[in-house]
């Protein structure tokens, strides 16, 4: 099998304080360390008053300190909204305090719209630097600065492994150009998947990091005891995402969700949730095993998309038993 790591969005759910969105990321993360998941994410959002993990590197510090052997890292961090210095101080000093155990995955998308953008005090054009960026916070993170006069501390020397996070060709292309591991946000953007994972092998140069290519492909998931139990939550996890996309999270009742998403504008969000396991824990190991293949992925990466923690907990769980992993002795 291959390795099965996490993606927590740290969703602030309906009813839920952003207190206990962070906690329930804790709880996650200490439950899927203990059933032997290889690493867990948290990826930077900004404006959106249902993900709490803006705050990407704090957040990694948080969970990091409060768990023993796992990878934490950012799946990602969006680097046109930060100075490269700063990435690498403050991955350098996580490194520091948790030796080995630190990711730093790197997007170039802005994490937001135009409005807070401005916000953020980004230029709007900085994403047209994002090769040169990576480039420099490499620098930083390792013996060799790019910036005559400029080190990290901390941050130099800490190797943190950087990781092209991308729903693109361009990612792809950048990744293999610098010889990265390459993580393609297929659970909500799947439609370049195969061609981007395709370009990335074919063009990948060998690095000091990585001598040859690695895709992470992410997927979403609900496992639960009973197919019945599983499609319901699944209802629910469709429902969220129109009334999170399409009415901004207004109240509606259930019929008026589903009539939204029988809509034109519906069925274009549904599309971004195409790759998703849904069932029993032999139904999600099943597609499972068959996504990586499409995806041709040397690992996977889950987002537990059940509404409360108690279930994502449960399909944790389920899954980690169907897919063979090894809990912590």
């Given at each position: 099998m291959l390795p099965i790591s996490v993606l927590d969005l740290a969703v602030v759910r309906s009813g839920e304080s952003v207190g206990e969105s962070l906690q329930n990321s804790v709880r996650l993360a200490q439950c899927v360390e203990e059933l032997g998941y290889k690493r867990v994410w948290y990826a930077e959002h900004h404006n959106m008053s249902t993900i709490a993990s803006s705050a990407t590197s704090v957040l990694i510090a948080h969970v990091a300190a409060n768990t023993k052997s796992i990878r934490v890292g950012s799946g990602g961090v969006m680097l046109p909204n930060h100075a490269p210095l700063t990435i690498a101080e403050q991955f350098g000093t996580l490194e520091a305090l948790h030796p080995g155990r630190i990711d730093l995955g790197l997007g170039r998308a802005p994490g937001t719209d135009q409005v807070t953008l401005r916000a953020l005090r980004r230029d709007p054009m900085s994403a047209e630097t994002f090769p040169q960026d990576v480039v420099e916070l490499q620098g930083f993170l390792s013996d060799e600065t790019r910036v005559a006069g400029v080190e990290a501390t901390p941050g130099k020397g800490a190797f943190v492994p950087l990781y092209i996070l991308g729903s693109s060709l361009f990612g792809a292309q950048l990744a293999a150009m610098l010889g990265l591991p390459y993580a393609f946000a297929s659970h909500f953007a799947p439609?370049?998947?195969?061609?981007?994972?395709?370009?990335?092998?074919?063009?990948?140069?060998?690095?000091?990091?990585?001598?040859?290519?690695?895709?992470?492909?992410?997927?979403?998931?609900?496992?639960?005891?009973?197919?019945?139990?599983?499609?319901?939550?699944y209802l629910r996890t469709k429902r969220s995402r129109v009334k999170r996309f399409l009415a901004r999270d207004q109240e509606m009742s259930d019929a008026e969700a589903d009539a939204l998403l029988n809509s034109l504008q519906g069925q274009q969000v549904l599309g971004m949730m195409k790759h998703f396991a849904v069932?029993?824990?032999?139904?999600?190991?099943?597609?499972?095993?068959?996504?990586?293949?499409?995806?041709?992925?040397?690992?996977?990466?889950?987002?537990?998309?059940?509404?409360?923690i108690d279930a994502r907990v449960v399909s944790a769980e389920i899954l980690a038993e169907v897919w063979g992993l090894s809990r912590l002795t």
């Open positions: 439609a370049a998947l195969t061609q981007a994972v395709e370009i990335y092998r074919r063009e990948f140069r060998p690095s000091e990091q990585l001598s040859e290519p690695y895709v992470i492909a992410a997927v979403n998931v609900i496992a639960a005891s009973s197919q019945d139990e599983a499609d319901e939550q069932g029993t824990g032999d139904v999600v190991r099943s597609y499972l095993e068959d996504f990586a293949a499409y995806a041709d992925a040397d690992e996977l990466m889950v987002a537990f998309q059940s509404g409360s």
